[in-house]
């Protein structure tokens, strides 16, 4: 049997002092990103559908329309694969950004009107999921004029 410098006392001591140690690093290996990390989130991830919201809310303070977002319904993705070019155009690396996720959603506002959103996140390679660009264009403020077609798989 092993014994601490001081005897028995002491290598309990280290012995529940590694214990702790282990169960830290398993505690934050769970918090860990997953290995496909630079994959975009979700759609339907809270922190997505935050600056969905952010993003629309924007556009109302810039319209002074005096609506308020209410929520955003009907959430999903309508494609996923390498994003378009343009989007690493003027990055450090043609594949900066290595993945794209497209979505839609329907705008509620307080008045229960709804409006059409699309957006597409593209995830950063070798990074956590949190990293990535959001494109969002919504139908009612369209500047493009083209019905979002940037914010859509095609």
């Excluded at 959001?134 to 139908?139: A, I, M, N, S, T």
Aim: neutral net charge.
């Amino acid at each position: 049997m092993i014994q601490g410098i001081h005897g028995h006392g002491s290598w309990v001591v280290v012995q529940r002092t590694l214990l702790t140690l282990g169960l830290i690093l398993v505690a934050r290996l769970a918090d860990a990103p997953p290995a496909s990390a630079a994959e975009p989130l979700e759609c339907t991830d809270k922190r997505v559908l935050h600056h969905l919201k952010q993003a629309y809310e924007v556009e109302l303070l810039r319209t002074k329309s005096g609506r308020q977002f209410r929520g955003a319904e009907e959430v999903r993705e309508t494609g996923y694969g390498p994003p378009p070019p343009r989007v690493n155009q003027y990055t450090p690396a043609k594949d900066y950004y290595n993945t794209s996720r497209y979505c839609e959603a329907r705008i509620r506002l307080n008045n229960e009107e709804t409006d059409q959103a699309y957006f597409r996140m593209d995830g950063l390679k070798d990074s956590q999921a949190t990293d990535f660009n959001f494109d969002v264009c919504f139908l009612s403020h369209d500047l493009s004029q083209d019905r979002c077609a940037a914010q859509r798989p095609g």
